[in-house]
Each structure stands twice: as structure tokens, then as C-alpha cells.
T-cell receptor, first 115, second 112 residues
Framework: NAGVTQTPKFRVLKTGQSMTLLCAQDMNHEYMYWYRQDPGMGLRLIHYSVGEGTTAKGEVPDGYNVSRLKKQNFLLGLESAAPSQTSVYFC??????????????FGPGTRLTVT | EDQVTQSPEALRLQEGESSSLNCSYTVSGLRGLFWYRQDPGKGPEFLFTLYSAGEEKEKERLKATLTKKESFLHITAPKPEDSATYLCAVQVGSSNTGKLIFGQGTTLQVKP
């Protein structure tokens, strides 16, 4: 199993450009998450999904959109990139069973720079 | 407001010098406390889950404990390969969304 994979690994954008980050998992997990990690801020939740076709806002959703058309994929979009979106983005997935709290599995990250 | 604070921010140890990392939390309705390890340039890697006060879990040189207000990650006789950032996260809330609130992390450096 590849686990959680993210594409691309690095990207440089100019202000106003758009892009989509792709997250894929091969563990048949129901739940998927997008985080951003900034120095001194820890990991902050952007959006998440509790199943195919569902999405919900996290702690810092402004400027981002997401889609979960297939269970194994979770896409994060930036419609008009801003320098404040320079960060490292992590995707994670998690299994689900009623009454249980499973750990999240993280991808390797995408380093995005917006100039 | 739910909050997670880790201390210290950075810790330098000599190989073999045992110590502890702290994770204090103020949350309503703890559903689980998670410890992760993160190496530079990589994603967080799961270490432990703790559910209730008094619970302890061990893995090699690491031991995690939980009280009603904080968790400790004890590192016994650390080796240079234990150098990493250790992240603490709590899962809260009544709905089963699995959302986590992370602390800022403690960066551990173990010198040979």
C-alpha cells in the first residue's frame, strides 16, 4: 500500500494564479482532511470530508475549496493564490468505526510558495 | 475555546539523557489525545492514542501518559535517531468527525 500520497511535492505560484492539490489514499478510509502547517502555528485544519460527496469547513477555510468526488481522492483548490497561502499543506485520512477514535495517516506534504 | 499547548518549544539532550515533553490541553469533551512524530520535510507519523486519565502507552524508548489536564511523552535514554518534532493533538466534540486540534510541537535534538 502506498498510503496517502500528495501531488505535487513543490509548487511556486504567482499572486492571483490558481491551482489544485491532489490527495489520494489507498486504505479505503472514509474520512479525509486538509491541513496547513506554518512555523509557530502548528497544523490547522482547512477542510475535511466524512465520506464521498461530502465536505465541511475546518478552522481556516477562507480562500480554499475542496471536492471529494471519489472516496479515494480529496482535492484542495486555490482559486486566486495570495502570499498568505504560502505554507506546507498536508492531507490525512482516517478509518471510521462507530464508537472508535482512529488515528489519522498523513501524506508527505506539498510545499507551496506564493510570490 | 479548545486549546492545546506544548512545552518546551525546543529541547536539546545528550544521548542517554532522559526527559519529558509536556502537552497541556483545555478542551470540552476529550475523545482522544494523539502523539505524532514529524521528521523534517515529512508528514506526521502516528505514535500513540490515549483516551482516559491514568492511561499509559509505551513504544521502545517512548512512554506516553495522560491526566485530566495534560499528557507527557517520556523519552528514556534517547538516541540521536529520536531527534524530531513531536506533535500532540486532541480530538474533541460530540460529533464523530475526527477533527484534531494540534499543539505547536516540541523539537527534540539528541546529540551523540
Amino acid at each position: 500500500n502506498a498510503g496517502v500520497t500528495q501531488t505535487p511535492k513543490f509548487r511556486v505560484l504567482k499572486t492571483g494564479q490558481s491551482m489544485t492539490l491532489l490527495c489520494a489514499q489507498d486504505m479505503n478510509h472514509e474520512y479525509m482532511y486538509w491541513y496547513r502547517q506554518d512555523p509557530g502555528m502548528g497544523l490547522r485544519l482547512i477542510h475535511y470530508s466524512v465520506g464521498e460527496g461530502t465536505t465541511a469547513k475546518g478552522e481556516v477555510p477562507d480562500g480554499y475549496n475542496v471536492s471529494r468526488l471519489k472516496k479515494q481522492n480529496f482535492l484542495l483548490g486555490l482559486e486566486s493564490a495570495a502570499p498568505s497561502q504560502t505554507s506546507v499543506y498536508f492531507c490525512a485520512s482516517r478509518d471510521w468505526y462507530i464508537g472508535s477514535e482512529y488515528e489519522q495517516y498523513f501524506g508527505p506534504g506539498t510545499r507551496l510558495t506564493v510570490t | 475555546e479548545d486549546q492545546v499547548t506544548q512545552s518546551p518549544e525546543a529541547l536539546r539532550l545528550q544521548e542517554g539523557e532522559s526527559s519529558s515533553l509536556n502537552c497541556s490541553y483545555t478542551v470540552s469533551g476529550l475523545r482522544g489525545l494523539f502523539w505524532y512524530r514529524q521528521d523534517p520535510g515529512k508528514g506526521p507519523e502516528f505514535l500513540f492514542t490515549l483516551y482516559s486519565a491514568g492511561e499509559e502507552k509505551e513504544k521502545e524508548r517512548l512512554k506516553a501518559t495522560l491526566t485530566k489536564k495534560e499528557s507527557f511523552l517520556h523519552i528514556t535514554a534517547p538516541k540521536p535517531e529520536d531527534s524530531a518534532t513531536y506533535l500532540c493533538a486532541v480530538q474533541v466534540g460530540s460529533s464523530n468527525t475526527g477533527k484534531l486540534i494540534f499543539g505547536q510541537g516540541t523539537t527534540l535534538q539528541v546529540k551523540p
